[in-house]
Structure formats: C-alpha cells, structure tokens
C-alpha cells in the first residue's frame, strides 16, 4: 500500500528539475511584470502550482501574506502625505516585487527532497561545486532552525525568553543570549554536515548514483509551458488595460 500511495505521489507531483526551470523563469517574470493585473495572474498561477504540488500549508502563506501586502499598500494610500506611509509603501512595493519566486520556493523546499534536488542537479550538468554548496546549505538551515528552538527553550528556563517586553528592557542581554549559542552551534553544525558529507564520498570524481527515480512527465510539460507561455505574454504587454 505504501508503495502505491509512493507512486500516486510521484504521479501527481513536479520532477526537481521542471521545479528549478519554473524558479528560473520566476526570477526573470518579476523582472518583466508590465502592471497590476499581470502580477495578479502570476500570484493566482503561483497559487495553483503549489496545490498542485500539495503545498498547502504555502499555499495558504502565499494568499495571506499577498492580500495583506495589497491592504497594506491600500491603507498607505490613504495618507499620500505621510512620510511614513510613503516608507511602508515603498517597503511593500518592493516585496511584491520579489514575492512570486520567493512563494514559489517555500513550496518547492517543503515538497522536495534534498537528495532529489541534488540528483536532479547532476542531472542538468550544473557544476560541482554548487550542487555541493546548494545540498550543504539545504541541510543547514532546517537544522540551524532547530538549534534555535533548543536556545529558546533554554532561554525561557533562565527567565529571559523572547518577549516584547525583553525586547525593550533588555536587548542587549536577549541578542548575547541569542547570538553566541548561536555562532557556536553553526559551526558545529558545519562540522558536522561537511564530515557527513565526506563520508558519503562528495568528492569522489566518479559517476554518482541515485536511488530516486527521476522522470520528467506530462505533467511537468504542461507546467513549464504554462510558465513560459506567462513570460512571452509579459513581455509582449501583460494585460491590456
């Protein structure tokens, strides 16, 4: 049964690599985006690529935090003379600018395996040098985030936890505490992440294998398409207004 939910998955889910050619084609979409109405086709196809890849949980990130940037940007233009909300305008502006692949990316992370992106990787050629940055940073922040947990924990048991109210009486003792058990777990971790990778032999010259199955299938076809086929259509104009 297992086996065959493994395979359903894998069936309705993005190859690693059609992932990485729709976060290239993002990065160069937001640099094209010709109004508001196309960047909100690109948010609402964003939208649908993540359920398609079962990416709810960011999906729903994604809605939220774009509809929150919009309310933010449309209570600012109430005040067209503050100087503040000309700062926050100008904030948000830019993180709608940027937001389409960074959305995209929160779901391609949750939804892929480090060792898939890693094969696919070697797959399209890319360097070995990147693959093996790209594979060490991918196992460094989650642990890193982890690490950070412990640090609040026991924080908290010493009485100087991450509040508001620590935050404004005691910044500075609330960064040492945070700062330092930080700096030292990181580079244990990077320790420990580069020996893991030794031993699995990462720099050995010879043809690596992989144990996941990669197969670039109708489904990814489609989706990159779709995704090409909105960049031509920014760069020709966008939505007629």
Known sequence: MERIKEKQD???????RAKLFILLVLSVIILVLPDIPSEWICIGVIFIT???MRAYKQALHCALIYVGLVGVLFICMLFPESGLAAFF???TMTFRKIAPPLFFASGMIATTKVGELVSAMQRLRIPKAVVITFAVTLRFFPT???EYASI???MRLRGIGVSFGNVLTRPLTLMESILIPMM???ATIAEELSAAAVARGIESNGKRSSVTDLKIRALDWLTMSVY???LIFFIVGGVPL
């Open 10 to 16: 894998k069936r309705f889910s993005l190859d690693p």
């Open 50 to 52: 993540l359920l398609i």
């Open 89 to 91: 305008s100008m904030l």
């Open 144 to 146: 890193a985030k982890e």
């Open 152 to 154: 609040k924990d026991a």
């Open 184 to 186: 030292m777990r990181c």
């Open 228 to 230: 090409l086929a909105m």
